[in-house]
DNA sequence: TCAATGCAAGTGTGATCACAAATCAAATAA
DNA sequence: TTATTTGATTTGTGATCACACTTGCATTGA
């Protein structure tokens, strides 16, 4: 059916290129999935291609291949009007979520606590200091290096599962609960203390140790924390709104 | 029930949208999946956009963006010369592969049993008969018949699990692991009995007792199966040919 | 005043073109 | 004969255009 070109060596060693020659297409993917990650956009908000071009100063061409690829993982959502939008909270999404990033997370953390070396180790537990930094002028909050922090924190871990199926459900799952988790933290911040590092540090110490379980333990009170603070916030606002 | 009434407020009720013209990129989009959950094109084979264009009779335009699609959800592989291939299959990434389906699709049947309904029941029932009928006239061993009622049977349960984050993963962990699947499948065929029916009637029987661990368990079984076949097959000719 | 109609701007989709990089083949030189 | 180079073909990428559909607003009618 197809040309198949029956190369002569199987693995033509594809994983990372040495020359990588950046497309704008995967700029534009990668900005956008940093955005959405990030929680730069609110739930709902609805995107055209149009704009986003102008915005990231190219054409619709390299846009439009971008959403399609965050349709497909579910890290934006396709209405029937074919416009796009940010995928909106709703309780039973958010449980979602969660059960499945505890699902795969907490794998992928176990697997990890079996296999990272002491140098990965030690690279972890470096990034429990930056939190002591930040906690330490946080007179004005950053919450975009809190995102960016946990997010190096997280994959430095997962990254050492071995997995290359894992990694990619879990980015997708980062991905899909982005916005949630924006929302989550500025209302955590409004709350009151924000022990990311506590939580960090019960995970290192776990993974020092070698202890799967407690690591999955204790990566699943991490995770969680921001879902159930927002759940009760989000149920809190149906109590009052019975409008819609 | 789906009718949508197209309210202004925040749920637009996307799913599944009563007027749905099908888009010629979705049309490829849903062939090239169908083709590799079939396990239609081989391991390693590469595919070019104007290629597939000028099979589906349609422009370079849809072809790149369901090919682009496709890459993210790992169903297909990105060459650092910019071609797009068939990922190979490496003892690494089916045992990956593997590990992964058990954790999710576990989670998934596991969940689906305690909340599929009699008449869920009795359609996946209904699916074992065919699997009979197929034994009946085995003298002509139809590869295809077996994939599509497989899968049929098992989304038919991990629809049952209500969990709109789980499906779209297991989609794509069917998506990557199909190109493997359909060798395992000749393999079996030459090597003797194709024993899915048993496999599936014990899933069967522990779904319609409400029994989670017994239907995961049975889950494990049946999926595990065509991977250790195909690993020992691998393991062979790995031993064989080392001139790679 | 309010609802219906019609026009205009905006938007997604698919096709086509231009260009650069990669691939393959033949031809040339050692 | 073998290795290298050169030229033609193929291929992916990005831009632009044409078309259909949707949306929003102003006009028109009762």
């Known amino acids: 059916m197809q040309k198949a070109t029956a190369d002569k060596s199987d693995p033509i060693a594809a994983q990372l290129a040495p020359v990588g020659r950046e497309t704008v297409q995967d700029r534009v993917y990668l900005e956008l999935r940093r955005a959405l990650i990030g929680g730069l956009f609110e739930p709902s908000q609805v995107l055209t291609i149009r704009g986003l071009a102008d915005a990231l100063m190219t054409s619709t061409m390299p846009v439009r291949e971008a959403l399609g690829r965050l349709i497909t993982e579910k890290a ?40 990272m070396t002491p140098r990965q180790i030690t ?11 930040m906690r330490a002028l946080k007179h004005k909050k950053d919450v975009d290096r809190e995102v960016t922090l946990n997010q190096a924190f997280h994959f430095e871990i997962y990254r050492a599962c071995g997995s290359a199926v894992l990694i990619p459900m879990i980015e997708s799952l980062w991905l899909q609960s982005g916005p949630c988790i924006r ?42 924390r921001p879902f159930t603070f927002l759940r009760s916030k989000l149920e809190a606002e149906a109590k009052k709104g019975q409008s819609a």
């Open 123 to 133: 690279t972890i537990e470096s990034m429990l200091g930056e939190w002591d930094e």
């Open 183 to 224: 929302v989550a933290i500025y209302a955590f911040s409004d709350a009151g203390e924000v022990d990311t590092a506590h939580y960090h540090r019960t995970i290192v110490k776990a993974i020092a140790a070698q202890d799967a379980k407690g690591a999955r333990d204790a990566l699943v009170a991490d995770i969680s």
């Open 76 to 115: 934006l959502e396709a209405l029937p009007n074919r416009s796009v939008r940010v995928p909106p909270i709703t309780l039973e999404r958010m449980d979602d979520l969660l059960r499945a990033r505890i699902l795969i997370e907490g794998e992928a953390i176990a697997l990890a606590a079996t296999r």
